[in-house]
């Protein structure tokens, strides 16, 4: 294969472009709940506890753990050296989507799909964050490559590619499998229309497909029926509109992305307009959105069978996502679509590349990259600008106090990820729906006064959730169960430290009230928002309850603040 030399440097160039702007504040990163928990799973000793883990106890496919498993092995555990491995998977995304989007379309589209995979924020953001999201964009493009070509000429070594490509999906992304479904239809549709005489070989590339997917298929629908038993989960926060499509959207093509970690109640422009101001709601959103629609436009005008292909199935696997999480199977977020994030934006290419005016084309492309660039440095919403990590503040603040080995923290929600930035002390880590309301939750029973056949069925109505969060006492069995575990075990003088974090959950007390008044809890059928809301009173209420019950039985010595405004932390000594 001959390769054109000065496009070669210039694809190096832009490769190495990519590197950079995905290497820009590395070294002030911090982890985060969802990246730490990925991080104490690759910790396991060995493959199998990875495995074991993940198709017991949780719903993520177990590929990327393994990887990072390894990585960890290889180079150690270090903050910036974790986030390099999304940064690898994301900058190999330009010069690897260069050389498929030339292979499916041409040089000139090419390029431009390599100038805006460089310069998307969506992908530098994913890049920086220590989960699968940088390695999707990659994988989408690989089986995308491949899924054109089997169905519009179909191969054997082509079909053992998709079938390694997307088994490779599916054991990454726990909604892969929805991916290589749109896939499947998509082709399937077109197989029937124009390529009848391979619709059995086609078939059979799946089918296979499908039979790899049997074993983690089990767990997944094992765990998943497992957490439909909870009363409440962390779900339960996520709520989605069809004003999701605009916020994908705006995601997907504009250097303005929003709402990365839980979506808006709905896709408001007047609220857009008054966050970026008017100049920024001009440049960040209407002239990439511009620019995006016409792109797509002359893509579909073309009829191109190949962007067709790409888009049907691209199309219908969102489609599927939004039906989910319409039916509460699944919460969508942005970072759940990012299996199909560079498909599109190759589609875009395609239609750009079609204006012919040369000053036009040079002029969009440079317009898009200054853009996208200016945000990187001045916007407020930069990608650069990651989510804040509560434990490495809460650690910091801890270290502040003098917490020490012989003291207690106790830090609900994930608390015993500190260890990654605090090995003092004793950790004590709950969620309010661990401790009352999950399927296995010790304390439910004898709480809610449950016999023996309502705590086996979980039945909702027999709970009384709304007397619960009206008492504000704490539960005796609760007490009970901090003094027999925790406080009793204190030496005089020993300390106990409450890690709160502001930004987790906690209704603030002015709003705790009208807010319980406001929903009813033991309804059936909550809506997405009450259900939501009623995840928050549970969890404010839990955590008021521990600040009772340790102001009781220990003196409160002093209230921490943090750096991050969202941390608080309460010190508690023994005194007897």
């Avoid at 092995?73 to 690897?96: A, Q, R, Y």
């Avoid at 491949?146 to 054991?171: C, E, G, M, R």
């Avoid at 399937?188 to 005489?197: P, Q, S, T, V």
Wanted: aromatic letters at 16%.
């Amino acid at each position: 294969m001959k390769f054109d030399k000065k496009l070669l440097i210039f694809i190096t160039l832009l490769t190495l472009a990519a590197l950079g702007l995905r290497l820009i504040n590395i070294s002030n990163a911090a982890l985060w709940i969802d990246e730490l928990y990925c991080y104490d799973i690759a910790l396991k000793p060995t493959i199998t506890e990875i495995l074991k883990t993940v198709f017991l106890t949780d719903l993520h496919a177990p590929l990327f753990f393994i990887i990072l498993h390894f990585w960890i092995k290889l180079f150690g555990g270090s903050d910036t050296v974790l986030i390099m491995l999304p940064v690898i998977f994301s900058t190999l995304s330009v010069p690897v989507g260069y050389f498929i989007c030339k292979k499916l379309f041409d040089t000139k589209t090419a390029v431009i799909f390599s100038l805006l995979n460089t310069f998307s924020a969506l992908e530098i953001y994913y890049a920086q964050e220590l989960k699968f999201y940088s390695l999707l964009p990659l994988l989408g493009l690989l089986s995308l490559y491949f899924f054109s070509k089997i169905t519009q000429n179909f191969s054997i070594k082509d079909a053992l590619w998709i079938l390694l490509t997307n088994t490779v999906i599916i054991y990454t992304f726990n909604a892969g499998v929805f991916f290589v479904f749109a896939e499947f239809a998509a082709g399937l549709a077109f197989m029937l229309f124009k390529r009848k005489e391979n619709l059995k070989n086609y078939l059979y590339s799946f089918i296979f497909t499908g039979i790899l997917y049997i074993p983690y298929f089990y767990f997944q629908m094992k765990t998943m029926m497992g957490l439909n038993k909870s009363i409440c989960t962390l779900f339960d926060m996520f709520h989605f509109d069809l004003g999701f499509v605009f916020t994908l959207i705006q995601n997907f093509f504009t250097p303005a992305i929003t709402n990365i970690s839980n979506n808006p109640l709905n896709y408001n422009p007047v609220e857009m307009l008054k966050e970026t101001g008017f100049i920024g709601f001009l440049l960040y959103i209407v002239i990439f959105g511009a620019i995006g629609v016409y792109g797509f436009y002359k893509g579909l005008k073309d009829r191109n069978k190949t962007a067709l292909l790409i888009l049907s199935a691209s199309l219908l696997f969102i489609f599927i996502l939004i039906l989910l999480a319409q039916i509460h199977i699944i919460p969508l977020v942005t970072r759940y679509t990012m299996l199909i994030h560079l498909a599109m934006t190759m589609i875009l290419a395609y239609g750009i590349s079609k204006i012919r005016n040369i000053k036009v084309l040079y002029g969009t492309l440079s317009v898009l990259i200054f853009i996208a660039l200016f945000s990187f440095l001045f916007y407020k919403n930069s990608p650069l600008k990651r989510n804040s990590s509560f434990h490495y503040y809460s650690a910091r603040a801890l270290e502040q106090a003098g917490a020490g080995d012989g003291d207690i923290i106790v830090m609900p929600y994930f608390g015993r990820f500190l260890y990654k930035y605090f090995d003092k002390g004793q950790l004590v880590d709950y969620r309010s729906e661990e401790l009352l309301l999950m399927s296995d939750a010790f304390l439910m029973k004898e709480t809610f006064g449950l016999s023996q056949d309502e705590y086996k069925n979980k039945d909702k109505s027999t709970l009384k959730l709304q007397k619960y969060l009206e008492n504000p006492e704490p539960p005796q069995e609760l007490e009970k169960y901090f003094k027999e575990n925790y406080l009793s075990k204190l030496k005089k003088g020993q300390k106990l430290y409450l890690v709160e974090n502001y930004s987790m959950y906690i209704v603030p007390d002015e709003l705790y009230l009208p807010m319980l008044k406001g929903v009813n809890i033991d309804k059936q059928n909550l809506t997405e928002i009450e259900r939501s809301a009623r995840y928050a009173l549970l969890y404010t209420k839990i955590l008021k309850n521990l600040e009772t019950l340790f102001s009781r039985n220990l003196r409160q010595v002093r209230v921490y603040g943090s750096e991050n405004q969202d941390v608080k932390i309460f010190e508690f000594v023994k005194e007897k």
